[in-house]
C-alpha cells in the first residue's frame, strides 16, 4: 500500500472549515484513499472514502486531485467535538484484511 | 443497533494469567477482526476474520488466539499474558472486506484497557 504523509497538528477555529491535508504521491490506480478519526480515548471512526472522484456526506468532503498523489479532508463547521486524530488511509486490493493507521494529524478546534 | 460492544474496558493482569476480550457485533457483518492500539506506534491488527470458522493472522498475532464460532462474536484470547501486551484493544466490524466497495466502513468498538503487570 502506498504510504501516507500528514502533518503533526492543526488547529482551527470553531465554525470555521477544517482542511486535512494528505500526501499519498506512490498511490496506484486501484487504490482508494480513506478517512478515520479517533477521538480521545475511544474508538477509531470512518469519516469517507474515495478513488478519484471527489466525495461528499454528512461528514466531511473529500478532494483528491487530478494525479490522485494528494487529496483534503474538509469539515465544512468545524465544532469543539470535532478535536480528534484524523487519520489518512491509502487501502487498496492488496490490504482488503487491514486498515494501516499512521500517526494522523492532531486537529484541535478552538473556541 | 448497539454497534460494535467490547468487554471489559480495563483489565488488569498479572504475567502469565490468561483472559478472554469479547467483541459483540449486532449489524450481521461478515467481517470482523481486532487491532492493538500502543502509545507512538498507531493500530496494529493482530487476527481478523472474513466469517463464522474463518480466522486468519494480522501483523502481530503472536500471544493471542481467535475464534469466531458465530457472526456475531469474536473474541481475542491472551494465552499468557506479558507486560509487553500491555495496550489498548479495539475491535472492529464491516460488512465487506473488499477494498473500497459498498459497506467497507468499519465499525469500531469503544476498547478495552489492558494492564498487565
Known amino acids: 500500500d502506498a504510504k501516507t504523509t500528514q502533518p503533526t497538528s492543526m488547529d482551527c477555529a470553531e465554525g470555521r472549515a477544517a482542511n486535512l491535508p494528505c500526501n499519498h504521491s506512490?498511490?496506484?490506480?486501484?487504490?482508494?484513499v480513506y478517512w478515520y478519526r479517533q477521538i480521545h480515548s475511544q474508538g477509531p471512526q470512518y469519516i469517507i472514502h474515495?478513488?478519484?472522484n471527489n466525495e461528499t456526506n454528512e461528514m466531511a468532503s473529500l478532494i483528491i486531485t487530478e494525479d490522485r498523489k494528494s487529496s483534503t479532508l474538509i469539515l465544512p463547521h468545524a465544532t469543539l467535538r470535532d478535536t480528534a486524530v484524523y487519520y489518512c488511509?491509502?487501502?487498496?486490493?492488496?490490504?482488503?484484511?487491514?486498515?494501516?493507521f499512521g500517526k494522523g494529524t492532531l486537529l484541535t478546534v478552538n473556541p | 443497533n448497539a454497534g460494535v460492544t467490547q468487554t471489559p474496558k480495563f483489565q488488569v493482569l498479572k504475567t502469565g494469567q490468561s483472559m478472554t476480550l469479547q467483541c459483540a457485533q449486532d449489524?450481521?457483518?461478515?467481517?470482523m477482526s481486532w487491532y492493538r492500539q500502543d502509545p507512538g506506534m498507531g493500530l496494529r491488527l493482530i487476527h481478523y476474520?472474513?466469517?463464522?470458522?474463518?480466522?486468519d493472522q494480522g501483523e502481530v498475532p503472536n500471544g493471542y488466539n481467535v475464534s469466531r464460532s458465530t457472526t456475531e462474536d469474536f473474541p481475542l484470547r491472551l494465552l499468557s499474558a506479558a507486560p509487553s501486551q500491555t495496550s489498548v484493544y479495539f475491535c472492529?466490524?464491516?460488512?465487506?472486506?473488499?477494498?473500497?466497495?459498498?459497506?467497507?466502513?468499519?465499525?469500531f468498538g469503544p476498547g478495552t484497557r489492558l494492564t498487565v503487570l
Open positions: 488511509i491509502v487501502r487498496g486490493l492488496g490490504s482488503n484484511y487491514k486498515l494501516t
Open positions: 449489524m450481521n457483518h461478515e467481517y
Open positions: 474515495g478513488l478519484k
Open positions: 472492529a466490524s464491516s460488512y465487506s472486506w473488499l477494498a473500497g466497495g459498498p459497506g467497507n466502513e468499519q465499525f
Open positions: 506512490t498511490i496506484s490506480g486501484n487504490e482508494y
Open positions: 476474520s472474513v466469517g463464522a470458522g474463518i480466522t
